[in-house]
């Protein structure tokens, strides 16, 4: 199986910037990765609640089965 990748990215994030999420994403496709970019609007660096709850939530849908 190969791996799959979720990228998790604030837009309003001033420590690394959204764009370079945006490029990571597009590289791994272009390698025939899959890949899914997360972006959370307002956002930024650090983990929020709500960001956390949201990461969960997505987990649990790519290990269910």
Do not use: C, F
Request: glycine letters at 8%.
């Amino acid at each position: 199986a190969s791996i799959y990748w979720i990228i998790s990215h604030g837009d309003a994030d001033t420590v690394v910037p959204y764009d370079q999420s945006v490029g990571m994403r597009d590289r791994l496709l272009s390698v025939g990765a899959r890949v899914r970019l997360y972006r959370h609007k307002g956002e930024g660096h650090h983990l929020s609640t709500v960001r956390l709850d949201r990461l969960v939530h997505i987990m649990n849908l790519v290990h269910s089965p």
